[in-house]
Each structure stands twice: as structure tokens, then as C-alpha cells.
């Protein structure tokens, strides 16, 4: 790396554009900590300022964060209820936070089971953010299952027959968006757990035992460097691999 937050990508055919993180490990922490599940949450929350800043100066234009998935709603009523009530403090806090990073917040999934304040603040951001050059979705009440079922859904009551796989994208939350090159998991567990499970067919996969909580920006800049050197492929032969 040329500089502390940089890495070299002159000599590459592919760029990374966007990233998905599955922010694991808060509850975790806490154990490790001996703290309630609630304080490693809001720990985690202090990872993602630092995190998105290093993703855009390495030339990252979209970021996903798994913050709250359609699963999620089968913990302690009293950790849900710490979830929601800390994302609704962090937008409050973030007031203004699309300006100063030229950035549009987007929030995908069904928000409809929400708590109202926070389904209102929602739609005041994406709103307020609308229009920049770079895009950060937060997946609330989101589950990839659940996002492939309403997408094609919406290509039946469309008309669509047969339904194609450009049907379906189209109808994802994320159909303006560039799919994932990369998805990073933290904490270590080898899956993604219903996670854009249409959008990441070929997205490149990193996961690390670090907790969501310790993750910060060297950390980011090493699952970057570990994507550049990977060879993308999409099922056929690089150019050297063909002879």
C-alpha cells in the first residue's frame, strides 16, 4: 500500500464497487466483556463510521449492512426492542451524515412490522439523502428469501410470463444497484445466513473471526486487499487459464 488507507489497484481488470457486510459477533462481545447482549450492540454501532469512511476513500460506491434480519425477531423481546430503539438514537445522531459523505441511505426489506417512529425516520433520510453519488442500504426486517418471493410476485402481477432472472432482479430492492463483489462476514461463521442470496451468486466471500465490535478500518483494508487477489472468473477461464 502506497499509503496507510490506499491499496494499489493499478493492473487490475475488476474494481470493487460494492460491498455487503453481515455485522456478527455483538452478542459476542458482550459475553467476552461480561456485558448484556444490548452493550455489544451498541459497540458494534461504533464500527460503522470508520468502516464506511475507509470503504469510500478505497473507491467504494455502495455499501449493504445487515443490520436487522426477518429472523432476527426470534430474540429476547427486550433485545429486539434495544435493537430498534439503538438504530433509531444512531439515525438520530447521524443527522446530516449524507452531506458531509455525499451519501444516499437507503433502507431495504419490509419495514411495514417497524416501529412507526423508526419506519418515519426512515423515509425522512432516504428523502433528506436522496441523489448522491454513493449509496449505503441498511437491511432492516430483511431476508433474501423473503426479497426473492416479493420480486417475483411483483413480475406476476406485472404480467411477466414466463418470469426471467431479469424479471427478478429488476424487482429486487437493490435493482439500481451494482451486486456485491464483495461480502464480508465477521465473527467467523461460514455462511450468509439469508443475506442477498439473489444479488450474491458471484460475489466474492471474506469472513474473519474478528467480532463486529473489533472490526475497524485495518481491518477493512485487509478483506480489500484479500478481494484483489482473487481471480473473478463467472464461470468461464481467465485469459491465461485458456490455453
Known amino acids: 500500500m502506497a499509503e496507510k488507507n490506499r491499496i494499489d489497484i493499478s493492473g487490475f481488470d475488476h474494481r470493487l464497487r460494492s460491498v455487503g457486510i453481515i455485522m456478527d459477533g455483538n452478542g459476542r462481545w458482550a459475553k467476552a466483556h461480561g456485558l448484556p447482549r444490548t452493550e455489544g450492540h451498541k459497540a458494534g454501532a461504533k464500527s460503522l463510521r470508520p468502516v464506511i469512511e475507509c470503504l469510500s476513500e478505497l473507491g467504494v460506491t455502495c455499501v449493504t449492512l445487515y443490520a436487522f434480519s426477518t429472523e432476527n425477531w426470534k430474540r429476547p423481546k427486550e433485545e429486539v426492542d434495544g435493537i430498534m430503539n439503538l438504530i433509531l438514537s444512531y439515525l438520530d445522531r447521524a443527522k446530516g451524515m449524507w452531506e458531509k459523505y455525499d451519501v444516499s441511505i437507503r433502507f431495504i426489506g419490509d419495514k411495514a412490522p417497524l416501529p412507526e417512529r423508526l419506519r ?8 433528506l ?8 442500504n441498511v437491511a432492516l426486517n430483511y431476508g433474501g428469501r423473503d426479497e426473492i418471493v416479493r420480486a417475483v410476485n411483483a413480475a406476476i402481477k406485472e404480467g411477466c410470463d414466463p418470469i426471467t432472472e431479469a424479471d427478478i432482479s429488476r424487482h429486487l430492492y437493490t435493482a439500481d ?3 456485491p463483489d464483495l461480502i464480508i462476514r465477521t465473527g467467523g461463521d461460514m455462511r450468509l445466513s439469508n443475506f442477498m442470496i439473489w444479488q450474491s451468486a458471484y460475489s466474492e466471500l471474506y469472513v474473519t473471526e474478528t467480532l463486529w465490535p473489533d472490526f475497524g478500518r485495518e481491518d477493512t483494508i485487509t478483506a480489500v486487499e484479500a478481494f ?3 481471480k473473478r472468473r463467472f464461470g468461464g477461464l481467465n485469459p491465461e487459464e485458456a490455453n
Not at 120 to 127: L, S
Open 129 to 136: 439523502s436522496r441523489g448522491r453519488s454513493r449509496t449505503v
Open 177 to 179: 444497484q451494482p451486486e
Open 120 to 127: 418515519e425516520r426512515c423515509t425522512e433520510i432516504e428523502n
Open 228 to 230: 484483489y487477489k482473487r
